[in-house]
């Protein structure tokens, strides 16, 4: 679920305290949290409605000047059910801290280790991680298509798994491209200290 920034502002000052998707089926649920550039955003309540019971209050809370607005953007969305979200703004999102961190111990050492050798082992292309990590190193900023060029991998499958690299705090998305994060640096370089200057996959 993707908000406008506009939206997520006025979710993070409490002007905005609605939202409504027309969907095939619910994609969110209940009491789940989403990551989004204002930090962590949450669904506090979903359910079905009907055009006929959006009030011009609700349009308003949702960040729309009237219902008609509103109903012209749900329009805009095709055809299905329409939902009426609850959402609120939870807190900054925990991978800003995460990725911030130069100092690994042996043990978050291990732990990060472990869970990069676990993407790869589920992924049908292999060892991706540290390939893609040593691209990201070599090209910052470079934007999906040159990364996929140089990895080999296909584009949006490499996007989709760079989100992966940066939930766990190791790289930094960019308007263009992306960036290793201080934590995904110090991982790095610890773990070519550990293998004498070479990186193993």
Do not use: C
Not at 88 to 113: C, N
Not at 137 to 144: Q, R
């Amino acid at each position: 679920m993707l908000f406008k920034e506009i939206h997520l502002s006025g979710i993070k000052s409490g002007r905005i305290t609605l939202a409504f998707r027309r969907w095939q089926m619910a994609s969110v649920k209940s009491g789940s949290l989403l990551h989004t550039s204002i930090g962590l955003v949450e669904i506090r309540k979903i359910g079905a409605v009907s055009e006929n019971n959006i009030t011009d209050k609700d349009a308003r809370n949702a960040g729309f000047a009237s219902k008609e607005q509103l109903m012209k953007s749900l329009t805009r969305s095709g055809t299905g059910t329409i939902f009426k979200i609850s959402v609120g703004y939870h807190s900054a999102d925990p991978r800003i801290k995460l990725r911030e961190q130069t100092d690994l111990s042996e043990q978050q050492f291990s732990d990060l280790k472990h869970k990069l050798e676990r993407l790869d082992n589920r992924s049908r292309q292999g060892h991706w991680t540290t390939k893609t990590l040593l691209t990201i190193k070599d090209n910052p900023n470079l934007h999906a298509i040159g990364l996929a060029k140089l990895t080999g991998f296909e584009k949006e499958w490499l996007k989709l798994n760079i989100r992966k690299l940066k939930n766990l705090g190791l790289t930094i998305s960019h308007p263009v491209g992306y960036e290793l994060s201080p934590l995904g640096n110090a991982y790095i370089k610890m773990r070519l200290s550990k293998n004498h200057g070479k990186m193993d996959e």
